[in-house]
């Protein structure tokens, strides 16, 4: 059981990021359609507008949450990952603004790992199920600088259809906090916390029919504050399975395209639209292959069957990296 101050920790940096996501979404939703920031959902025949981005209610939830953990810890980790969220929320809302490049946002992206690298919040002897520690002074620095990139925009390619995102995020986290605890990195347990909290509390909101989406603001700050909680709580591994569906997802994506390119100047859609709002994969060749679109190889599927194929993807791959975590460090007593 957690100390008692421990616990008004967790409480609070659950409880402030989940009520904050709860107030500031609907303000974005008003000031949002108010000022024409409204997008076509391409998923629906009668192609509603949607507000966008919703970027900004995560960022700053995550921000407190954040703040609650490091506050009271005075952890050198935590201060990283605030830094790291207010880095990746930064870039993310001037993609949302100017549409980055798709070479240019992972390299501006780079910039969301240095404080990982100059706080020193990392260890580079990272634990692999079986095998235990492994050592790796002078390469883990250089994967470090490209893993903020690669979650990030991981996690971005996957905001595909209502509620996907933030659900995805929900489900993966848990069992980076679950090995955390056994690991004994209870502070970096705490800081998982905030990113379960407001992606529950976006998910009330982006769920289907969204009534908001993201944006790049949002996943990709997601995806940062994810990668980082599992270099700084030191459970690299059990992220990376955790995260299999989008990463396979980013890896079909690549392969079929084969450059860096920004998802909104493809021009041929992996998915086409069918009568009873029904999706169904595109037969053009040049379209990419996604993970949607493989799901959707064997017939045409609704929207919201998609997206619970991908949340049942996302709890097999936890439970898979459960499994990793146990077999690294122990079962639970």
């Known amino acids: 059981m957690l100390p008692i101050n421990l616990t008004i920790v967790a409480l609070l940096s659950f409880a402030i990021p989940f009520i904050a996501t709860l107030i500031l979404t609907p303000l974005l939703i008003k000031t949002l359609t108010k000022r024409g920031g409204l997008v076509q959902d391409y998923h629906k025949a009668n192609k509603p507008l949607v507000p966008k981005p919703g970027g900004p209610a995560i960022i700053?939830?995550?921000?407190?949450?954040?703040?609650?953990?490091?506050?009271?810890?005075?952890?050198?980790?935590?201060?990283?990952?605030?830094l790291v969220t207010g880095i990746a929320g930064a870039i993310g809302l001037i993609d949302d603004?100017?549409?980055?490049?798709?070479?240019?946002?992972?390299?501006?992206?780079?910039?969301?790992?240095?404080?990982?690298?100059?706080?020193?919040a990392y260890s580079f002897h990272p634990e692999f199920p079986l095998f235990g520690a492994v050592r790796l002074s002078i390469i883990y620095p250089l994967i470090l600088l490209i893993a903020i990139p690669v979650t990030s925009n991981t996690v971005n390619t996957i905001d595909v259809l209502n509620g996907v995102v933030s659900g995805f995020i929900i489900i993966i986290s848990i069992p980076l906090m679950f090995?955390?605890?056994?690991?004994?990195?209870?502070?970096?347990a705490l800081a998982t916390l905030p990113i379960i909290a407001s992606s529950l509390a976006f998910y009330v909101f982006h769920r289907f029919p969204s009534k908001i989406f993201p944006g790049d603001s949002g996943s990709l700050t997601l995806g940062a504050l994810y990668?980082?909680?599992?270099?700084?709580?030191?459970?690299?591994?059990?992220?990376?399975?955790?995260?299999?569906?989008?990463?396979?997802?980013?890896?079909?994506?690549?392969?079929?395209?084969?450059?860096?390119?920004?998802?909104r100047k493809i021009k041929q859609r992996p998915t086409k639209l069918l009568e009873g709002d029904r999706l169904a994969a595109s037969r053009?060749?040049?379209a990419p292959v996604t993970l949607v679109r493989m799901l959707l190889a064997d017939g045409p599927l609704t929207e919201q069957q998609v997206a619970?194929?991908?949340?049942?993807?996302?709890?097999?791959?936890?439970?898979?990296?459960?499994?990793?975590a146990i077999l690294t460090w122990g079962v639970p007593l």
């Open 227 to 263: 990668g980082g909680l599992a270099i700084v709580g030191g459970v690299e591994v059990v992220g990376i399975v955790a995260l299999l569906p989008a990463i396979l997802n980013s890896f079909f994506f690549l392969s079929s395209v084969r450059r860096f390119v920004e998802h």
């Open 284 to 286: 053009n060749g040049s």
């Open 308 to 324: 619970r194929e991908i949340f049942k993807l996302a709890a097999f791959s936890s439970l898979l990296a459960v499994i990793t």
């Open 97 to 120: 603004i100017y549409t980055l490049s798709g070479a240019l946002k992972p390299a501006l992206l780079i910039l969301g790992s240095l404080p990982i690298l100059l706080l020193d």
């Open 60 to 82: 700053i939830s995550l921000l407190l949450g954040e703040a609650v953990v490091y506050l009271a810890t005075g952890s050198t980790g935590v201060l990283a990952l605030l």
């Open 179 to 188: 090995a955390m605890l056994l690991k004994g990195e209870t502070t970096i």
